[in-house]
């Protein structure tokens, strides 16, 4: 167990929907990380948080926003949800925000219908 | 652009048998390059990277900068050893990742 907890596990929703995942990073860790992974893209990164800031961008979509919180818990976001944005959602965390050490959760898992 | 590309999307090769992970990325900058690891049923793991020059479960990678590769190494081949590999970049400001290779190792 790497300590960091997605939630929800499974979500399954309908095209135009919104929801909203939830990580919790290692205890301390500082910086939360947001990736995307299909059938079709892979594994993406989406975008990165440091003790409350976005930090970094990667493929996101403008229909996709995300958050830190002040107890460095981080949501991501997804609105008027379309049939490719089915994926496996992960989110990682690391101590200080580098590249280097990244600590997975287990992902949850968006189906939309 | 940042690109990482593993050639291989399956790999399959009997247990004790040398194995080779390939990946080549595409990079202007200073790279910096990972492997990371997902066994079945459990998380995505880092399993090494170039600046440590260190060995993993056996496994090593070596930079090639002439080539653009980081090749991922493994001598003698064991059946825990199967999973899904995925060759990652570093650099401006994001992390990228090949598609991942699924090695299964045959007894």
């Known amino acids: 167990d790497s300590g960091v907890t997605q939630t929800p596990k499974h979500l399954i929703t309908a095209t135009g929907q919104r929801v909203t995942l939830r990580c919790s990073p290692r205890?301390?860790?500082?910086?939360v990380y947001w990736y995307q992974q299909s059938l079709d893209q892979g594994l993406q990164f989406l975008i990165q948080?440091?003790?409350?800031?976005?930090?970094a961008k990667g493929n996101i979509l403008e229909r996709f926003s995300a958050q830190q919180f002040p107890d460095l818990h981080s949501e991501l976001n997804l609105s008027s949800l379309e049939l490719g944005d089915s994926a496996l959602y992960f989110c990682?965390?690391?101590?200080?925000?580098?590249?280097?050490?990244?600590?997975f959760g287990a992902g949850t898992r968006l189906s939309v219908l | 652009a940042q690109r990482v590309t593993q050639p291989e999307k399956l790999l399959s090769v009997f247990k004790g048998a040398p194995v080779e992970l390939k990946c080549n990325y595409s990079?202007?900058?200073?790279?910096?390059l990972f492997w990371y690891v997902q066994y079945s049923r459990q998380r995505l793991q880092l399993l090494l990277r170039?600046?440590s020059r260190e060995s993993i479960k056996g496994f090593t990678a070596d930079l090639n900068k002439g080539e653009t590769s980081f090749h991922l190494k493994k001598p003698f081949a064991q059946e825990e050893d199967s999973a899904m590999y995925y060759c990652?970049?570093?650099?401006?400001?994001?992390?990228?990742f090949g598609q991942g290779t699924r090695l299964t190792i045959n007894p």
């Open positions: 990682a965390s690391s101590p200080l925000g580098g590249w280097d050490i990244q600590y």
């Open positions: 205890s301390g860790d500082l910086s």
């Open positions: 948080y440091y003790n409350g800031e976005e930090r």
């Open positions: 990079y202007s900058g200073s790279p910096e």
């Open positions: 170039h600046i």
């Open positions: 990652a970049l570093q650099g401006a400001q994001k992390l990228v």
